[in-house]
């Protein structure tokens, strides 16, 4: 038995009570600060930070163009089609390792001129975006905007000095994490900082705001959700549960996620309580032991990975490790990889977290078929060796079979 599930949640059980505590604080919070560097902004998450960002430029330019990668979180591309006219949306190539764009798309001739470049950061680690470096120098009006929720190391704040403007989310799974809420940040070297710090500012406290009662609700919501996540017994105790009953459990884990996603694709535009900032603030300060505990144990799953398991079904991966709580695989049979794990009661999941573009374009097909091939199987964080020992080999015995 492997008493993990397709995540976790970041964060000690006292850290869970300090959240709440936060709730009922007379502490003044910051939901802005500025160094030489950058501008970080605090919101309710960070979907409302890109909505609104990406609302302040198309409101200067209604006929607002972009380049972007095709691969987002539902939400963000859910705002880009809705801010921006599809013959607008240009879309990076990727290379067949899904770690590197490649190639921008040709307008008669040339590289395509755009307003905007939106890029996400994927399956724990920056893209490489060197490309985008020499098109930035052509194109130094061209505002770079990169989604980092699943990037690399966080002090580097921007994956690279070109970027205008990163997007962090500190919510229930993520690192900083703070139950909730997202960050932006700006690079003061390189963006309009004013007008766009002064836009953000002054939309978000004109938003809805969350009261001390709303926060205090949302975190009593995630209680089952951190039990269910993070306690080896409680998890151990329903996989015999499950097992016992014959309880299909990739059935299970789908609804369960489905209904309890920690966040909300709609109505995120709202001003935050101060709980919310306080914890945001707190989160920044415990972000490093996050990721020394994804290293530590990634490095160990993928040293006990054959070869050609890794390059085939975890291409992307650069520097040996990766800095998110999904363990994603991708493989040719989505199906029958759900079958083989759930018919041996280990959690398993398909990607609940990508989406691609609902408008047809060249290489959609390739991204799609990606898209459809990615499962997440057990978190690693609260693995034991002998687990994470187990699910190697599983993983290793199913590609001999069937890769």
């Known amino acids: 038995m492997i008493k993990a599930v397709p995540d976790y949640i970041p964060v000690q059980f006292s850290h869970f009570f300090y959240h709440f505590m936060n709730c009922f604080s007379y502490e003044t919070p910051i939901n802005s600060f500025t160094n030489h560097k950058f501008s970080r902004i605090s919101g309710y998450s960070c979907r409302s930070l890109f909505d609104t960002t990406l609302k302040y430029y198309v409101d200067r330019n209604p006929d607002l163009r972009i380049l972007t990668t095709p691969i987002h979180h ?3 591309r ?6 921006v006219k599809t013959n607008n949306i240009f879309i990076l190539e990727i290379n067949d390792e899904y770690n590197k764009i490649k190639s921008i798309p040709q307008e008669n001739g040339m590289n395509v001129s755009v307003d905007l470049c939106i890029v996400t950061h994927v399956f724990g680690q920056d893209m490489d975006c060197e490309i985008l470096g020499e098109y930035n120098k052509e194109n130094p009006g061209c505002i770079m905007i990169e989604d980092r929720v699943q990037g690399g190391e ?13 997007l962090y989310s500190t919510g229930m799974d993520k690192k900083p994490c703070a139950l909730g809420g997202g960050f932006l940040c700006i690079n003061n070297q390189k963006c309009e900082r004013a007008l766009l710090s002064n836009y953000l500012l002054q939309t978000i406290s004109n938003y809805p705001k969350e009261y001390f009662y709303h926060r205090l609700l949302f975190l009593f919501k995630k209680i089952p959700t951190f039990l269910l996540y993070n306690f080896r017994g409680i998890i151990g105790i329903n996989l015999t549960i499950f097992g016992y ?5 990739n059935s299970f884990i789908m609804k369960y996620r489905k209904n309890n996603p920690g966040f909300s694709h709609n109505n995120y535009n709202k001003n935050p309580s101060s709980g919310t900032l306080l914890s945001i603030t707190q989160s920044l300060q415990t972000y490093s032991s996050i990721e020394n505990l994804y290293k530590k144990k990634t490095i160990k799953f993928y040293s006990l990975l054959n070869h050609k398991v890794l390059s085939e079904m975890i291409p992307w991966i650069k520097n040996g490790y990766s800095l998110t709580p999904y363990n994603t695989l991708v493989v040719k049979n989505r199906e029958k990889m759900v079958k083989y794990l759930n018919k041996i009661n280990i959690p398993v999941a398909e990607n609940p977290t990508y989406k691609i573009f609902n408008f047809e374009y060249e290489g959609s097909d390739k991204y799609k078929n990606f898209n459809d091939s990615i499962v997440y199987i057990p978190s690693l964080p609260i693995m034991n060796e002998k687990e994470i020992e187990y699910l190697a080999s599983l993983i290793n015995k199913y590609y001999a079979k069937n890769m």
Not at 78 to 83: G, S, T
Not at 154 to 163: A, E, G, N, Q, V
């Open 78 to 83: 859910n705002i880009i089609e809705k801010y």
């Open 74 to 76: 539902t939400s963000f």
């Open 154 to 166: 966080f002090d580097k704040t921007f994956s690279y000095d070109f970027m205008d403007i990163s």
């Open 245 to 249: 009953l014959g309880v299909n459990l």
